[in-house]
């Protein structure tokens, strides 16, 4: 079963890096995997996508303080320089033929 | 400029059906597979299907939770994502949303329309 893992929160300060996580379950380390900001009382926003042949693309518009890495079956997401304004929820995403799936979000608190 | 803006949230009875919709703009509708998400109060994102471009059969995938109960379609001369829900449900109750996908992953989003089921 096709399963994203997401740890439920993560904080830093200002100004600082953090670096989120997203787990593919076992037997799909390949796949590809996009990641998604949800700041408070607001829609989802693409952040960037990471394919399984190892190409990448950021959103229009997302600054390079957002950054992404894979080893094996985990994907991070890495912020730097936080800002106030990076204070959300973060959702991995991935796909197969015929599902798409969310991990359960990170919420992100910039101290 | 890519958009999509979902509409056809409304409060209604558990055992209602509801249509809701996601009008696109700025892209060639036709070409690109159609996700649905939905949010309930307080929790994470959860997909609920995807319909794919006619080039590719336009049919359709659902959430092992949704299979069933929620149909979605395509009107590509109008560049309109459609979800149909029926047989409502309290759960059912959240924000959906509608994305553009691109290659499996969603590029877009819209803002989103919330859903209301309680008698």
């Known amino acids: 079963q096709l399963v994203l893992t997401q740890s439920p929160s993560a904080s830093a300060s200002l100004g600082a890096s953090v670096k989120l996580t997203c787990t593919l379950s076992s037997g799909h380390s390949t796949y590809g995997i996009a990641w998604h900001q949800q700041q408070p009382e607001k829609g989802p926003r693409y952040l960037m996508k990471f394919n399984s042949d190892g190409s990448h693309n950021r959103g229009d518009g997302i600054p390079d303080r957002f950054s992404g890495s894979s080893s094996g079956a985990e994907h991070y997401l890495t912020i730097s320089s936080l800002q106030p304004e990076d204070e959300a929820d973060y959702y991995c995403q991935t796909w197969g033929n015929d599902i798409r799936v969310f991990g359960g979000g990170t919420k992100l608190t910039v101290l | 400029e890519v958009q999509l803006v979902e509409s056809g949230g409304d409060l209604v009875q558990p055992g209602q059906s509801l249509r809701i919709s996601c009008t696109t703009s700025?892209?060639?509708?036709?070409?690109?597979?159609m996700s649905w998400v939905r949010q309930a109060p307080g929790k994470g994102l959860e997909w609920v299907g995807f319909?794919?471009?006619?080039?590719?059969?336009?049919?359709?995938e659902y959430a092992a939770s949704v299979k069933g109960r929620f149909t979605i379609s395509r009107d590509d001369s109008k560049s309109i994502a459609y979800l149909e829900i029926s047989s409502l449900k309290s759960e059912d109750s959240g924000i959906f949303y509608c994305?553009?996908?691109?290659?499996?992953?969603?590029?877009?989003w819209g803002q989103g329309t919330l859903v209301t089921v309680s008698s």
């Open positions: 319909i794919r471009s006619k080039a590719y059969g336009g049919t359709a």
């Open positions: 994305g553009r996908e691109s290659v499996g992953a969603i590029g877009d």
């Open positions: 700025g892209f060639s509708f036709v070409h690109y597979p």
